[in-house]
């Protein structure tokens, strides 16, 4: 979904469910994904009983999961994103972070980054 959101051509997602369900869950799940520079949205149709595996989070919301892989698919298609891409983006980030921490000059490293913003904002001295 970041991916997604960062992109400037975004303009919006649909999801939409199969009303048929077998053991409470859809059969297929459909992802629309809206761009300003299309008329038509990209549409992908994942359908459960080809994608499920069984991985504990399936069995634990498969519709989540269902949804989610519809989600990913279908922004493959509209914007060419590739594992690659959500890759370089997290090394991307993880390097913006580690600049942060050394720039902002933290001296309890053993802190978390979410326990020294918290400090930060509540201007807590160290």
Request: charged share 30%; glycine share 2%; hydrophobic share 35%.
């Amino acid at each position: 979904m970041k991916l997604i959101n960062q992109d400037p051509q975004f303009a919006g997602i649909t999801c939409k469910e199969s009303t048929e369900l077998e053991e409470g869950i859809p059969l297929w799940m459909e992802c629309s994904i809206y761009r300003h520079d299309r008329i038509l949205p990209i549409t992908v149709k994942e359908y459960y009983a080809e994608i499920k595996t069984e991985h504990a989070f399936w069995k634990a919301m498969p519709r989540r999961m269902l949804r989610h892989r519809a989600i990913q698919q279908c922004a493959r298609l509209a914007f060419n994103i590739h594992c690659a891409d959500h890759a370089i983006s997290l090394k991307q980030n993880d390097q913006k972070e580690r600049h942060f921490r050394d720039s902002e000059n933290v001296s309890q490293p053993n802190i978390s980054r979410s326990e020294w913003l918290k400090k930060r904002l509540l201007k807590i001295p160290d």
